[in-house]
């Protein structure tokens, strides 16, 4: 492993059942991810993109393989001891933002400084920190309840980032967001990697994620390949005007014999509702009118 | 941090942790209510024995109680006592356990037989009419003359003797040994007894230790026994625990097992509905044993307010119970709070041990579905 190794797996597998009826969700995957990088995981639903992500994290543990965060092979750790890697080594954010509805902005924010040395005390001045750096402070004791989905993200990824953990591990940070939450999102986390100089793993079906990403990988039937090489076929998001793959693209319908593919769930949504207005005058032409 | 979150949680889910708080009290009320009706029957067995008027009791040899007793001592042995020094005086009693019928209702009775002339060991207070009885006459206490029905100038009866009721006495009823006061010559008759006392009741002179006047007695006196008032009435309190304590064990311990499943229960349906929660937990590095403490910390609040709320609701019945039925004698001790105390503790700590393998099996991987 490189010293400049943030985490790397060697020959990673996970297969779930056995005989005819076995499945290699993650299948001999070795990559090594330097600090302050950015790699994006895409590929088709059920790739078994989130089950490596879970074996990176330490929340799933391999058929085979290992996975080093620094020099530390987390899966030759006790059960007690993953915790503590979580805890110190890797933020978490998910799609669906996860945060304690009991606490405040602040509060979710402050939870995982408890389990580092100096306490909730010692992270105090990194919390304010946080909290500006992500706009939160006016909201900083508004229950997740109230914030919206861009809000509650931010959340999320000050979370992640409260106990300076070198990787953080991001499953759809993207998926419930609209196009342009969704890019702010992105944005973060791109500053993120850039300014903290922890390595980031994005797990997404979000074409738009890419922008950010220094390597983008593509998995498919549990093998990984690098996808730069690989040509794209774009084409606009009707709704949004959004430039979207294709071939990669998760959101797609059919209409008037026609396949249209969307950017996010929410431009798929909006379509369906009324497509005579999008395939009629799509979002780019729609702009250079209004313009 | 986590400490604030298990706090907060359970002020979300007010509902259900006031209900629960409701259901684990009232078995702990009950506990505390149990004890309190135990310690207030078996603290009646003293009133007796304390307001008699004696520093040292004298009794049939190897006997060592009142309470489910009998006892006789020849006449004689009254002035062999009052002849020894330090003795100032020396008064009588014959008692008897038996069913005395008021109201046409039968009732369990201390019967003490009082000597007319000085009267010791009679009745101290009285709530109505007299006190000093002649032949034929009886003193009940005022509480069993409510719940009979019996009044001044009613008619009891004890074995085969009819007495009217000529007074009504305080302080004397209990549900298991209320005091019915009768002359000693019918109690003499009724016993077929001629020449005999039940108990002497001595006084010390001022300035001598009951406990010494008590050896001497033991010591100079042959055929009897001797304790001081505090003796005996530990030695009667002792006997009544014995024979009540493993009912009252029994109904502790059925008490303290529902509310471990009250609380179980409770911190189940919490656990369950916090699961996602926990889920959260995992992934940001809390460990089980953080949770196991958070679950405790649930567990720990619900017991203590069920408790402060037992507490509540078991003084308030002492105070309101015995109004509303007078048959009710509670008294609640520091003692029994302590034991509830620790069987709260105990059933706080039963109940997250018996989730510790569900919160154990809670798996961090579902973060990525919820």
Redesign the interface.
Known sequence: MEASNILSTKNLSKHFGSGAALVRAVDDVSLDIDEGEIIVIMGPSGSGKTTLLSMMGGLMRPSSGQVFIGDTEIWSLSEGELPKIRAHRIGFIFQAFNLLDALTVEENVRLPAQLAPGGVRAARGRMEELLERLELTARRRAHPGTLSGGEKQRVAIARALINRAPLILADEPTGNLDSRKGMEVSMILHDVARDEGCSVVVVTHDPRVEDIADRVLWLEDGKIRDRRSEVHSWVRDPVCGMRVDEWTAVHSSEYASRRYVFCSQACLDRFQQDPDTYVSAPAAARQEVES | ??G??TL??L??ARARVVGSILAVGVSFALVITFRAVWEGETGQLAVYLEHAGADVWVMQAHVSNMHMASSYISEGKRYEIAQLEGVQSVGAILYLNTMLEAGGRQWFSYVVGVDEADQPGGPWSMFEGRGDMEPGEAVIPATLSRLTGTGIGDEIRIADRLFEVVGLSSETFSVTNPVTFVPAVDLADILSLAGYDSYLLVRADPGVAPEDLAARIREEVDGVAALTTPELVESDVQLASQMGTEVIALMTAMCAVLATLLVGFALFIHTSHNR??L?????????NRHIYGSVLIQALVLTALAFAFAVGLAGTLAIVGPRLAPILSLSITFGALVQVGIAGLAVALAATLTLAHRIARVD??S??N?
């Not at chain 2, 889920?279 to 460990?287: A, D, R, W, Y």
């Open positions: 941090m986590i604030r979150w907060k949680e002020l979300r996602r929660e889920v959260i937990l995992k992934t940001v590095g809390f460990s961090p991987m973060a990525f919820q």
